[in-house]
């Protein structure tokens, strides 16, 4: 993608450099309208000046950045360390930014692009649904990194996506569940305006049920508390308690996350329960901390290292060879532990 210049900007308002530069740089010479003009279509064409010339070696040149959402998950510590050593490997430096849940990724990326003459982008986890016009302010090549699902199937010429099918993989746990005889299974997923992999994963877990000739009952369907943060082991402690109060009769529990399975785990553990002679617990990521727990956490497990790896080559592969987008779905593992058993 092209960028676009000063001189362009110029060209398009019918003025000189000269006056397009004092426009940015708020230079009190310069007509208001004349400004105000000049910074509307400055926005309108997306174009980032440099600050100056002296600034100019005190920014990256070779610098790659991802932008995550929950960088406090494990799942996402790993794959950050993965790629950074693939994108140092290649003579270029990572810039981590992590991204508020409350942000819109795309404006913070926009910002960022300001700071740094950035080569690409990786967004990490998180939502993302946004529209053409939006995904195209953009100046640079960019990457969805396990979200890759979620953005229209039919605008995805301009950008490249690594991930699971999380709704196929979602399919897969609860089917383990259901072929282990349980019948009612319980959820721990996002809000029900989320529009990340909790709604993705959640549509695997009704179609699994309906596959069975089981109707899902929304009783069984428990919502992250917003006072605690995303995809936490406290936050799962919490919903647990809330599923205890309910008094819903299930046999299971489905986690979409590996952080929330455990927090759910030790919430039915402190209130007299056993894990898994009173109810089986799944999650979903496969998480190293999760093998290590007590009990050890049955899960879905996704290929960090094909995840990470795979969204590096892709972003190089599209500025430094000037190849085609792509879209890459891989499969994830069962892993079969102690917090699960056969009814």
């Known amino acids: 993608m092209n960028s676009i210049t000063i001189k362009d900007i110029a060209r398009i308002c019918g003025v000189g450099v000269s006056t397009v530069s004092r426009a940015i740089n708020n230079h009190p010479d310069i007509n208001k309208e004349t400004k105000d003009y000049i910074l509307s279509v400055i926005e309108e064409y997306n174009y980032i000046p440099n600050n100056s010339a002296r600034n100019l070696k005190r920014i990256e040149t070779n610098a790659i950045a991802v932008l995550v959402k929950g960088i406090t998950n494990p799942f996402f510590t790993d794959m950050i360390k ?3 050593q693939e994108i140092e490997k290649r003579k270029y430096s990572l810039v981590l930014h992590h991204v508020e849940f409350n942000e819109n990724e795309i404006d913070v990326a926009l910002e960022l692009i300001k700071e740094k003459r950035l080569r690409g982008i990786v967004f990490l986890g998180g939502h993302f649904s946004h529209s053409e016009d939006k995904l195209k302010k953009i100046p640079v090549p960019f990457v969805l990194s396990t979200i890759g699902g979620i953005v229209d199937e039919n ?7 690594v991930s699971v099918n999380d709704i196929h993989e979602s399919k897969k746990i609860v089917d ?8 009612k299974i319980a959820i721990i997923c996002a809000d029900a305006e989320d529009e990340s992999i909790s709604s993705l994963r ?8 309906r596959n069975h000739n089981i109707e899902p009952d929304e009783s069984w369907v428990f919502r992250m508390q917003r006072e605690f943060e995303e995809y936490s082991i406290e936050n799962g402690y919490n919903v647990a308690l809330d599923i205890l109060k309910s008094n819903e009769e299930f046999t299971a529990l489905y986690a979409i996350s590996d952080m929330l399975a455990m927090g759910a785990c030790k919430a039915l553990i402190d209130h007299g329960k056993k894990v898994p002679d009173d109810y089986s617990i799944v999650g979903f990521d496969g998480i190293k901390l999760g093998q290590y727990y007590n009990p050890s956490i049955t899960t879905l497990v996704q290929p960090v290292e094909k995840i990470a790896s795979e969204t590096i080559r892709l972003l190089f592969e599209v500025f430094e060879n000037d190849k085609k987008h792509k879209h890459l779905t891989f499969e994830g593992i069962l892993a ?4 699960t058993k056969v009814l």
Do not use: C, P, T, V
């Open 176 to 183: 383990y569940l259901l072929d282990q005889g349980h019948k």
């Open 336 to 339: 079969i532990r102690e917090s």
């Open 202 to 209: 959640l549509e695997g877990y009704y179609q699994a049920l």
């Open 82 to 84: 993965i790629m950074e």
């Open 155 to 161: 605008n995805r010429d301009g950008y490249s996506s």
